[in-house]
């Protein structure tokens, strides 16, 4: 079973109160169910369709259109490694070998122990600094083998816990809105005043 | 605006008309609508796949691109998301746009399986029709195509053939837009988009069949269709559905001589094309092997096969016999299921022999009285200010009036004010649902009309209250007192009778009602049971599974002397007949029938008749013959004819093309008005739980348990109460309860359910497993029960 906690119910309502249309919370709502678990699994989906009052099946469908929404569990830390054009010029396909080689799982696949998922991924827009990865989406840049070794027995022996937050979680800083920049749950055809903080000048 | 028509010289000035052009010729076209739609009304065709005129558009499928003259030289729009504009210049089939339509087509071939020569589609497909009309002719894709599973079973019904699948969004759209259960949708994304469940959660809608029916290719396809037929060997004759009394127009089509599928008739005032799934497949009860094809006569303790002859006399005989003891010694139940005609017949004879005692309602519907009342139509509901609802769930015993109301409360201006005991199908659309515990309705509707916001909404427009039998376990008279409160309210309100049965109100006015002060079903089946009844009829009626109060029927029949029944099934009720003729079913006879707003439209025979069953009407009239009782017809036309001269109520009927399309509208007689009794409320023991028992769609009905595809849909029987009385009771959902009144037990699991409110529970009516009649006594008003823990 894997619905939202109760904490993460609470967050969720505040989330949905943002909006003048339930179901439009859909996606911040897959991220946080991506965030309890690492990924959505199917009792998440018909959980969040409850909250919002849609189908499974409409949850299922608007989750699925997104690259970055997981169905299957992943490790604790997911490994992306670039493979994209300046990092395979500066050898992230060698990163890569060294990696499956270390973790003992190819692409894709997930150590037995839940601790890694390595994965390729495209350009993560570092080109500059190839080759770059990305544990848990922090970057780690300019990348050499050794940094990787170094990288990979941090991650275990949990010395980077502060710094990278567990699996699923984009953003470490969950954001509040202003009372004063909110616009309300109000819906967009039933505004007739340009926003507060627009300060009178009309709407675009 | 002036505008000149160009069929005449006439000057029209009407704000709501543009004129445009297509291919040089002048068009008409409304307002705010689409090029397409304005095209549809002239013979240039554009080719399309999503567009669907009773959806929204999407513009899916870019097939019906056309270009349309701007400043800036012609531009190509596609024609279902482009609306008419005053002045607009349309070609539909210029080089370019011949060109982008072939493009089009071969792009939506590029990944399907050409795989025609067996796909059921195949002969009447849209994408087939239309790569032969406006396609390339050849494909320059060579590489491997996408490839899924096939098919794949998305509900008990539908199957689903991804690979042949175009994403057309009708599907998606129909289920989520029209039917309001968006149970299926696009997953995944790009190369990989495919219309998928949840999964492991079927398509479970209850109209899930028009999704078939739409679909521009043959990527659904529904059970009881597959391989059966080719669409080229089909022979198919325009009908009306008799399932419930909707009356949706329907195409039958058989297949050497046995009916093989109903495709739903886009009319405007009834069904707009669509059609709920148990009246679009009970067909199949009609082809079963259980179907009765002989005339059969007691043997002793058996029923034996005889011929018809033998069989009518024997009829003929125990009516006489118990015509000796006076008239009321005979009554007639049901006649609901047939035809006006066959009615007519039946009403004819009766009169004939003097027989008064005769009801086509089984205790399960409202006094006749009500089709004097004020009647509306379904368009005059829906386009109602405000539809007042006081009857059953309409998703479940009448559905496709459930999509209209719906589509009224969603897309229109009507608000739906529903007076329930239950959550019924449209309470997430109503404006205002408001509860009440069985027997409290006439109360709660006179304080709720009373408050300053519902006088408002009432004073807003055009009021229907659309009124039937909600609950089979409370007293018919509770129904009509709060309908006269409403009436006594808002005087001017339509009714819109909700009976289920097919042709109940065709066989009202024919004449299978109570005549001359005898009493309805109930009171024949009360005078049965004291054995005043030597010979009962059973017209397509089945007592032990239509009326709610079973020891009644039992009583009854244990006295009966002789019951002779005409039926298309052996059942419960006429197992122990003295005499059983079989009936031709819909699909094999002729005739008009009548809906629930008092339309009159044609069904038509398709097929021959199963073994040597015959139509009601001739099953009359030969019967009058043995009983010298000549009814003095020898023709359905004859009949037909008779029935218009002689029933007031059918003298509209003699336009047989309006008949054969749109129907006709019956005549009502002088309107009469019910008035208030004094409000009485029935309290309820806080211990006790008050009965709620309602048809659910899928029941233990003839039809639908000699229906292959249907019958294993039918659940269990069980009791539901709200999630809290539930925990009151201190059992887990699907626990075996005792549920109990006055020393009568039946033993049942329940559940929990949220739209059951507090303090009542719910019973399905008719469903397999444990038999809830026990507990229905239709003497008292309401049910209280107790659910009691079995230790």
Request: proline share 5%.
């Amino acid at each position: 079973m894997s619905r939202l906690s109760d904490s993460n119910v609470a967050v969720a309502k505040e989330i949905i109160a943002r909006y003048p249309r339930q179901k439009s919370a859909l996606i911040p709502l897959l991220h946080l169910a991506q965030e309890q678990t690492g990924y959505i699994s199917r009792e998440a989906m018909v959980h969040l369709g409850e909250l919002v009052g849609v189908t499974s099946a409409e949850v299922y469908g608007t989750a699925t259109f997104y690259e970055m929404f997981r169905f299957e569990p992943i490790g604790k830390y997911l490994v992306n490694i670039c493979g994209t054009m300046s990092c395979a010029l500066m050898g992230s396909e060698k990163l890569m070998h060294h990696a499956e080689k270390r973790l003992g799982v190819k692409a894709g696949g997930t150590t037995a122990d839940g601790m890694f998922t390595l994965a390729h991924a495209e350009c993560q827009a570092a080109c500059t600094e190839a080759p770059c990865l990305q544990v848990n989406y922090r970057f780690r840049l300019r990348v050499t083998t050794a940094d990787l070794d170094n990288l990979i027995d941090d991650l275990k022996t949990g010395k980077l816990s502060d710094e990278i937050p567990v699996h699923g979680v984009l953003s470490k800083v969950r954001q509040h809105i202003a009372p004063d920049r909110e616009v309300g749950a109000v819906a967009p055809e039933l505004v007739n005043e340009s926003p507060v903080w627009l300060n009178g000048k009309a709407a675009l | 605006m002036t505008i000149v028509d160009p069929v005449g010289e006439k000057i029209v000035v009407d704000p709501n008309v543009v004129n445009i052009t297509i291919n040089d010729k002048p068009v008409l076209a409304r307002k705010g609508e689409f090029i397409i739609a304005a095209a549809d009304r002239t013979d240039d065709f554009i080719p399309r796949f999503c567009y669907h005129p009773r959806m929204s558009s999407v513009g899916m499928c870019r097939q019906c691109l056309v270009e349309v003259e701007t400043p800036r030289g012609p531009m190509m729009v596609v024609s279902c998301m482009t609306p008419v504009a005053e002045g607009q210049i349309v070609r539909t089939a210029t080089d370019t746009v011949k060109k982008a339509q072939e493009g089009v087509l071969e792009l939506l071939l590029a990944n399907h399986p050409l795989d025609c020569p067996v796909c059921d589609k195949g002969g009447e497909c849209p994408l087939q029709d239309q790569a032969f009309s406006h396609g390339p002719g050849e494909s320059r894709f060579i590489e491997e195509k996408r490839h899924y599973e096939k098919p794949i079973a998305i509900s008990e019904i539908v199957y689903l053939d991804r690979e042949r699948c175009i994403l057309c969004d009708r599907c998606t759209r129909f289920a989520d837009e029209v039917a309001g259960d968006p149970l299926i949708s696009f997953t995944s994304r790009g190369n990989d988009t495919q219309v998928l469940t949840f999964p492991d959660e079927p398509f479970s809608s209850y109209f899930s069949g028009n999704t078939v029916q739409i679909c521009p290719v043959g990527a659904l396809t529904a059970k009881p269709y597959r391989f059966k037929a080719r669409p080229w060997d089909l022979d198919q004759t325009e009908s009306t559905c008799t399932s419930c009394s909707v009356g949706c127009r329907i195409v039958v089509q058989s297949s050497r001589d046995e009916l093989v599928r109903y495709q739903g008739v886009d009319i405007d005032p009834v069904n707009w094309g669509w059609l709920c799934d148990r009246g679009r497949y009970n067909f199949e009860s009609v082809n079963s092997t259980e179907r009765l094809t002989t005339p059969l006569i007691k043997d002793g303790s058996e029923l034996a096969t005889t011929s018809w002859s033998v069989a009518l006399e024997s009829a003929a005989r125990l009516i006489r016999l118990a015509l000796v003891n006076g008239s009321d010694s005979v009554a007639i139940l049901g006649g609901a299921r047939g035809t006006n005609e066959d009615a007519f017949a039946w009403a004819l004879l009766a009169d004939q022999l003097g027989i008064s005692q005769r009801d086509a309602q089984l205790g399960d519907g409202l006094t006749p009285e009500i089709f004097n009342l004020p009647q509306a139509t379904i368009d005059e509901t829906c386009a109602a200010s405000t539809i007042i609802l006081l009857s059953p769930d309409l998703k479940e015993e009448l559905p496709v009036l459930y999509l209209r109301i719906r589509d009224a409360a969603q897309k229109r201006k009507s608000r739906i004010v529903e007076f329930s005991s239950r959550d019924s199908g449209l309470t997430p659309y109503a404006w205002r649902s408001i509860g009440f515990e069985p027997g409290q309705q006439a109360q709660v509707v006179r304080q709720t009309l009373d408050t300053p916001e519902m006088s408002e909404q009432l004073r807003r427009g055009d009021v229907v209250v659309v009124v039937g039998r909600a609950n089979l376990a409370e007293n018919e008279s509770l129904t009509l007192h709060a309908l006269a409160e409403l009436l006594h309210t808002v005087p001017n309100a339509k009714i819109l009778p909700v009976l289920r049965r097919g042709n109940v109100r065709g066989a009202v006015a024919a004449g299978l009602t109570p005549q001359k002060n005898s009493g309805d079903a109930i009171d024949i089946l009360t005078k049965a049971a004291t054995g005043k009844v030597e010979c009962l009829i059973l017209l397509g009626a089945d007592p032990f599974s239509d009326v709610a109060d079973s020891t009644l029927v039992e009583r009854a029949f244990a006295q009966i002397k002789n019951v002779i029944s005409i039926d298309t099934f052996v059942n419960r009720s006429n197992r122990n007949a003295d005499v059983v003729l079989p009936a031709a079913a819909f699909g094999e006879k002729n005739g008009t029938t009548t809906n629930l707003e008092g339309r009159v439209s044609n069904v038509t025979q398709q097929i021959t008749p199963r073994g040597t069953s015959r139509p009601d009407w001739i099953i009359a009239t030969e019967l009058g013959l043995s009983l010298g009782a000549d009814i003095g017809v020898s023709s359905l036309d004859e009949l037909h004819q008779k029935m218009i001269s002689c029933v007031a109520e059918f003298s509209s009927c003699a336009d047989v093309s309006a008949i054969q399309s749109d129907g006709v509208l019956m005549v009502h007689e002088t309107p009469v008005t019910i008035s208030r009794s004094p409000i009485v409320s029935i309290d309820r023991n806080s211990y006790n739980y008050r009965l709620v028992v309602s048809r659910t769609m899928y029941d233990k009905a003839q039809s639908t348990v000699a229906s292959q595809s249907l019958s294993g849909i039918i659940t269990e029987a069980a009791i539901y109460v709200h999630p809290l009385d539930l925990a009151r009771i201190g059992v887990v959902e699907g626990t075996s309860v005792r549920v109990g009144i006055d020393g009568t037990n039946i033993v049942i699991p329940v559940n929990a359910n949220n739209g059951v409110h507090r303090g009542t529970a719910w019973l399905p009516y008719n469903h397999t497993g444990v038999d809830i009649r026990p507990l229905l006594n239709i003497a008292s008003d309401i049910v209280d029960v107790r659910i009691e823990v079995i230790k």
